[in-house]
Structure formats: C-alpha cells, structure tokens
Nanobody, 122 residues
Framework: QVQLVESGGGSVQAGGSLRLSCAAS????????MGWFRQAPGKEREGVAR????????FYADSVKGRFTISRDNAKQSVTLQMNNLKTEDTAMYYC???????????????WGQGTQVTVSS
C-alpha cells in the first residue's frame, strides 16, 4: 500500500512563507497526478494545487494563484508546495494526494497523506 509522507507546515505571520513536501513511500505506476488539498475548520475541503507527474503541467485554485508554486520530482514521486505571501485565510490542514487526473481535473485521488497544519497569524 502506497503511503504519502508529508513534511513542512507550521506557524507563520501573514506575508511569510512555508514549504510543504510530500513523497510516496514506493513507486507506483497507477498515478499520473499529485497535489494538495486543504480544509479549514467548518469549511469544505478544497483543492489547492495539482501537477501532472510526468508532464509537469500545473493547476491552481484562484485563491492561491501567484502565491503558491507546486513542483515535482517525478523519479521520486514527490511534490513540493512553496507558499509565499501567506494570508490568514490560508490557515488550514493541508493534505497531500496522489492519483489520476483527467483533462486537468482530479478523476480519483487514490492515496492521501496524514495532513499537516498551516497556521497564519495576523
């Protein structure tokens, strides 16, 4: 069973930066896409960013465009989310996901990380 191991996160003041990393515990050919979701208390989970692992094509939620950057190391099946100019509304639990994307959208997120907390204070 593939596991996604996350690292990074923490607390930062508004305007600061954080980096999240996520790596698959073993290689799997069953995924073509990795990315990040987040969920704040009382809110629905939302997709933040995703990337095709081979082609490197990226997609972002409107709320993070221009501030967050997702990148991947395809050989290691890992992704990194660089978060700059963080805002208080970015505070949430962030989850790494890996699975299948079709036409740029998630078709199936097969594997999930355990989550890492990001807290942005004013």
């Amino acid at each position: 069973q593939v596991q996604l191991v996350e690292s990074g996160g923490g607390s930062v003041q508004a305007g600061g930066s954080l980096r999240l990393s996520c790596a698959a515990s073993e290689y799997t050919a069953s995924i073509n896409c990795m990315g990040w979701f987040r969920q704040a208390p009382g809110k629905e989970r939302e997709g933040v960013a995703r990337i095709y692992t081979v082609l490197g094509i990226t997609f972002y939620a409107d709320s993070v465009k221009g501030r967050f950057t997702i990148s991947r190391d395809n050989a290691k099946q890992s992704v990194t989310l660089q978060m700059n100019n963080l805002k208080t509304e970015d505070t949430a639990m962030y989850y790494c996901a890996a699975g299948v994307c079709v036409d740029g959208s998630w078709s199936q997120a097969k594997y999930w990380g355990q989550g890492t907390q990001v807290t942005v204070s004013s």
